[in-house]
Nanobody, 119 residues
Framework: QVQLVESGGGLVQAGESLRLSCTAS??????????MAWSRQAPGKEREFVAS????????AYADSVKGRFTISRDNVRNTVYLQMNSLKPEDTAVYYCNCVLNVAGNYWGQGTQVTVTS
């Protein structure tokens, strides 16, 4: 089992920045991490992919809507993934979820953290 704890959400104005964090901890035996990602879900909409990072090698991927504004990074020692969000827009308002995929049999989600951007 892997537990994911997210933090860093909040209320900001358009143009401001926030940094989200997600720390993974394992109980019992768990395989190594393959990939961690952030997704988001706005009210009345489906959950959508935001960004991901391969745990080994650090290859990243981003949704077109956040390219150039958001940066995903990781700290392998702290088992933490970050999402630096700059130039935030009202349309970025959503609950942001952390996701962890293991190399062997495991796909976990955090509880979500609210990000609200006012105009």
């Amino acid at each position: 089992q892997v537990q994911l704890v997210e933090s860093g959400g909040g209320l900001v104005q358009a143009g401001e920045s926030l940094r989200l964090s997600c720390t993974a901890s394992a109980s019992g035996r768990a395989s190594s991490v393959y990939n961690m990602a952030w997704s988001r879900q706005a009210p009345g909409k489906e959950r959508e992919f935001v960004a991901s990072i391969r745990w080994s090698g650090g290859v990243t991927a981003y949704a077109d809507s956040v390219k150039g504004r958001f940066t995903i990074s990781r700290d392998n020692v702290r088992n933490t993934v970050y999402l630096q969000m700059n130039s935030l827009k009202p349309e970025d308002t959503a609950v942001y979820y952390c996701n962890c995929v293991l190399n062997v049999a495991g796909n976990y989600w955090g509880q979500g953290t609210q990000v609200t951007v006012t105009s």
